[in-house]
């Protein structure tokens, strides 16, 4: 049996565009375009760099209210290593000892899923990308499944899974995340055999609880009871809706009776919803208007001892 250690406080962002400020001359995309200082959105180094900040600034205010930093640290919508490079060198995250595990994908948006772990705290055991396959056989064309095992110092081992499933456009959209789910019940039920019993997924799976869990039987999805008393952590048509979701295994489930995911309202990201009633994220643009927020979603944490 591991000895006893300190919980660890695990987090999950969708950053929503989160690009750097320079096109790509090797594989250009109409996204990479657009987020560029000539582009559409007039994305500029201060404006990056302002993003940097208010996501470095809204990790503070998760440790100020958890009494720690978190942990890990999963991110949906960045374009590269070089944005989570910038955030954590030009911000006062520098102070601290994250560092990271990505991957590019071949979402035709180039944008990629990310992890970021702290080093005192966590080792790599193993990391890999793992590819979405349609039910034919080829590769989709979508974000990887990001899988880092990482090692406490205790000897204790948990392995992270980070998704951000296929969207809902299109009017015949529901099979691409349908075997996205797929793909993460393999990847779970392979990780079972080799040993793993401590497992946590998490993500943007831009589907509902009761959607997605029909492809999970080998895990508990932690984001079903809050979406049932009406929580959610992105605002559509005026209504919460909880498509970011964490799921862990039995095991942690076991060890941790009555755990519970929490959606974080930060309260310098929210603004009054003018179009329907309540508050909403604060976005960084609006439609074309740069408006300077981070994300139409809510970061959601978790704590398993």
Request: glycine share 6%; with cysteine.
């Amino acid at each position: 049996m591991p000895a006893k250690e300190d919980p660890i406080l695990i987090m999950f962002w969708n950053l929503e565009n989160f690009f750097d400020w320079k096109a790509d001359a090797v594989t250009p995309n109409d996204s990479d375009e657009e987020f560029s200082s000539y582009g559409k959105k007039r994305w500029t180094k201060r404006k990056f760099l302002s993003k940097c900040n208010l996501v470095a600034k809204s990790i503070l205010w998760i440790a100020d209210e958890r009494g720690r930093f978190p942990d890990v640290i999963g991110f949906a919508e960045v374009e590269n290593r070089f944005v989570l490079e910038k955030l954590l060198m030009e911000t006062v995250l520098r102070r601290k000892d994250y560092a990271i595990v990505h991957y590019d994908s071949p979402d035709p948006r180039g944008i990629d899923v990310a992890l970021l772990y702290r080093k005192d705290r966590l080792k790599v055991l193993t990391s890999s990308p793992n590819k979405v396959y349609s039910r034919d056989g080829s590769p989709l064309l979508t974000r990887d499944i990001l899988l880092a095992g990482l090692l406490r110092a205790n000897g204790d081992s948990v392995a992270f899974l980070v998704n951000h499933h296929p969207s809902k456009y299109g009017a015949n959209s529901s099979w691409r995340r349908d075997v996205a789910m797929e793909r993460l019940s393999e990847i779970t039920d392979s990780l079972k055999v080799c040993g793993w019993k401590n497992i946590v997924a998490m993500g943007d799976f831009n589907d509902t609880p009761s959607s997605a869990e029909k492809y999970s039987s080998n895990m508990i999805n932690l984001a079903a009871p809050l979406a049932r008393k009406g929580l959610g952590t992105i605002k559509y048509s005026g209504k919460w809706e909880m498509i970011d979701m964490f799921f862990v295994s039995p095991g942690i489930n076991k060890r941790n009776p009555g755990v519970e995911m929490k959606v974080e309202r930060i309260p310098f990201l929210m603004v009054r919803d003018n179009t329907h009633s309540g508050e909403k994220p604060l976005r960084t643009y609006s439609g074309p208007r740069y408006i300077g927020g981070v994300s139409d979603h809510c970061p959601v944490t978790l704590v398993i001892q």
